[in-house]
């Protein structure tokens, strides 16, 4: 009770009167980021809702989101204890755990050197500028002769699970030095099971808020816990087997750089933050998780919109047939459309304040539940003519000569500040360069007669509906 007085100069925060032990769970409904957006219009940037009995606070607006993530950063840049984050890798997760600032301050920046390290060093064939571009463009040829087989075989195929074992094979490229096979079992039955994953760590789901409905039998939470299990298996075996096969004169890979430092680091014996073995080298573990669903949701979601929309994919054609040598602007802008109009991470992942704060006027008590809207801002007609309509020739200046910088950095999906997505560049990258070479070769239609449904299914990230499309080879290919 304490806690909850209002300090002299601050207000309490607005939001919809919570109904007993529930709070506002039937007002989320199916689909919190719209809901969440239209109380945004009623109670403003700033408001709060109750999960069952826990408050949340919910951000929207550009100003508002910059304020917190950036200026106030440190304020916000913790991460709540929800249940279903205690199940992710045992609780040791770098991006869902509630490690202590400098234990995941220590991780992060290690995360971040070893992913610069390995994208950027030297590929196996000098043909390709880094490792990352290699193993990229090798991974799209392979997905395309596969797309072609799959075509001979079925006259039609499904994009998500042949793009996916693509994007896992660039991170294990990365990660682990090895590839998968599109036809590899271990790594499809961890795919079939992504998609409880990202229904039950989605922004709002009461399981997290709500104790007894934990009781209850739940078939998407136990396949959850599956998939946990899983990847944890999949990933330690790997890791066994880079310990044994380990040589610090010929680091091959992410996984081997981690170990080295944590051998190293026993030499030393100097650091300050104690942060476990297992919680450095288990670095890689979040490095797939979080790289290949991300990845690939996107470029399955580009896949389905070239479809809808015709005309856009043979402008892009052209582009990348017509100027081969020159920068493809309309691609560029492509990309940005697909991450603002599908918004496919609707919220970032839940933030928590680290001390009692106070945003535009109101007072947010340390350990806050904070939602960021990454979805209100990237559709707020506020920043966006016609914010519903998809059209990419909105992030290139009004001759077409150039891209709309101004424009481009007003998307949020990767989010802002201290927790902001930590493989952004590789990410772009990858969507980049699988498009242009998958466009250049190859042309996508839907079934006759089908019309495709671009409603998404929420989550943490947002899938399409599973669907079938075709593909045709472009001239000269
Ligand atoms: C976190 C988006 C690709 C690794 C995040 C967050 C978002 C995001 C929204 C949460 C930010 C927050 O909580 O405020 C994306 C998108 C991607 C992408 C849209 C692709 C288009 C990747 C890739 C990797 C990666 C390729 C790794 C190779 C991570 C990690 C975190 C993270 C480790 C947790 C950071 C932390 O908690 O400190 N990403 N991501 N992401 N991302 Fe990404």
Redesign the pocket.
């Known amino acids: 009770l304490m806690r909850t007085k209002i300090p002299e100069g601050l207000q309490k925060l607005p939001g919809p009167k919570p109904l007993p032990i529930i709070g506002n769970v039937l007002e989320l409904g199916k689909n919190p980021h719209l809901s969440l957006t239209a109380m945004s219009k009623r109670y403003g940037p700033v408001f709060q809702i109750q999960i069952g009995m826990r408050p949340v606070v919910v951000l929207s607006g550009n100003d508002v989101i910059h304020q917190a993530l950036l200026k106030q950063g440190e304020e916000f840049a913790g991460r709540p204890d929800l249940y279903s984050s205690r199940f992710i890798r045992n609780g040791k997760s770098?991006?869902f755990s509630t490690d202590q600032v400098g234990v995941w301050r220590t991780r992060?920046k290690l995360?971040l050197s070893a992913?610069r390290t390995f994208s950027m060093v030297q590929g196996k064939s000098s043909e390709y500028s880094c490792a990352l571009e290699e193993h990229i463009s090798k991974e799209s040829l392979y997905l395309i002769e596969r797309l072609h087989k799959v075509m001979k075989a079925d006259g039609c195929f499904d994009p998500f699970r042949h793009i996916v074992v693509s994007v896992a094979n660039v991170?294990c490229g990365i990660c682990f030095d090895r590839r998968y096979s599109h036809d590899d079992d271990e790594l499809l039955s961890l795919v079939d099971l992504s998609d409880e994953f990202l229904k039950i760590v989605g922004s709002g789901n009461p399981l997290d808020f709500i104790p007894f409905l934990r009781i209850l039998p739940n078939k998407m939470m136990r396949k959850f816990l599956e998939l946990n299990a899983q990847l944890e298996k999949f990933v330690n075996k790997i890791v066994i087997d880079h310990y044994d096969t380990f040589d610090k004169d010929n680091i091959r890979d992410i996984t081997d750089s981690l170990i080295n430092h944590c051998e190293d680091r026993k030499l030393a014996e100097s650091s300050n933050v104690q942060v476990s073995d297992e919680k450095v080298v288990g670095i890689v573990n979040?490095?797939f998780g979080?790289?290949v669903d991300?990845?690939s949701t996107?470029l399955s979601w580009a896949v389905v919109y070239l479809v809808n929309y015709p005309e856009i994919q043979e402008r892009l054609q052209r582009e990348l047939s017509e100027y081969l040598s020159a920068e493809p602007l309309f691609l560029r802008a492509f990309i940005l459309e697909i991450f603002r109009h599908s918004s496919f991470?609707p919220f970032?992942?839940p933030?928590c304040t680290s001390n009692d704060t106070s945003l535009n006027g109101y007072f947010i008590p340390k350990d806050t539940c904070v939602f960021?809207n990454q979805w209100q801002v990237n559709h707020d007609p506020e920043l966006w003519k016609d914010p519903s309509c998809f059209n990419p020739d909105r992030f290139l200046t009004v001759d077409g000569t150039d891209l709309n910088k101004m424009e481009g950095e007003k998307v949020l999906?990767?989010?802002l500040g201290k927790?902001?997505?930590?493989?952004?560049s590789?990410?772009r990258a990858e969507?980049f360069l699988f498009l242009a070479i998958l466009l250049q070769r190859l042309k996508f239609s839907g079934m006759p007669g089908e019309t495709l449904d671009m409603t998404p299914e929420y989550g943490l990230t947002m899938k399409h509906k599973q669907c079938l499309l075709r593909v045709t080879s472009q001239p000269g290919f």
Do not use: K, M, P, Q
């Not at 927790?419 to 952004?424: D, K, N, S, V």
């Open positions: 770098l991006a992060r995360a992913l991170i979040d490095l979080a790289g991300t990845v996107a991470l970032t992942i933030h960021v999906v990767f989010g927790r902001r997505c930590l493989g952004e590789i990410g969507l």
